[in-house]
Structures are given as C-alpha cells and as structure tokens.
Nanobody, 116 residues
C-alpha cells in the first residue's frame, strides 16, 4: 500500500529555512518521480519541485529556483525539500506526491507559515 507522510512544517520568519520530509512506504522512492506541490488559501495546488528516478534529475518552479532543493535518501526511503530564504508568499500547505499507473497519491500535507 502506497503511503506518503509529510513532516517538518511550521512557523518561520522571512529569510529563514525549513526542511520538509516525505517518508514513503509501499514503494521505493528512487524508482519513481517524486514531486512536491503546495497550496495557499484561495489558490490552486501548484508544482514546486520534482526529482526523477535513478539519476535524480531535479526541476523547480521559477518562483523557488535558487532557494529550494529537492533531494532523497534512498536508505531512509524519504524525499526532502530544503527551503531557504523563505518569503511570506511561500506560506502554504506542502504535499509530496507520486503517480502509479495514472493514479496520483498524496500525503496529508504539512503547513508552512512564513511570517514576522
């Protein structure tokens, strides 16, 4: 059974950092493209970052390039999102996701609030 559990969110001041984790079970993260999305109140859910299987090629939304880094730990079967230089507009619920045979699995999300 595929399961994704996000953690690491919280309240941080502008300019601060957080590292989100997505612990996966039921499959091997290095075998699938893993993605982070976020959704702010009143907005649609949008793609933030992705990491490809095997070689781990990464890609980012323009709004987070140079500030966020997606990575994975194959031994822990976990995907991370390191977020630096956070801005108030980064406030959102962050979700990790994986797709199998056209079905997209989501975690429960973790809330990130960037505020002074």
């Amino acid at each position: 059974q595929v399961q994704l559990v996000e953690s690491g969110g919280g309240l941080v001041q502008p300019g601060g950092s957080l590292r989100l984790s997505c612990a996966a079970s039921g499959f091997i993260v290095s075998s699938r493209t893993m993605k982070w999305y976020r959704q702010a109140p009143g907005n649609e859910r949008g793609l933030v970052a992705s990491i490809s299987p095997d070689e781990g090629t990464t890609d980012y939304a323009d709004s987070v390039k140079g500030r966020f880094t997606i990575s994975r730990d194959d031994h822990k079967n976990t995907v991370y999102l390191q977020m630096n230089a956070l801005k108030p507009k980064d406030t959102a619920v962050y979700y990790c996701t994986v797709t199998f045979f056209g079905y997209q699995y989501w975690g429960q999300g973790t809330q990130v609030n960037v505020s002074s």
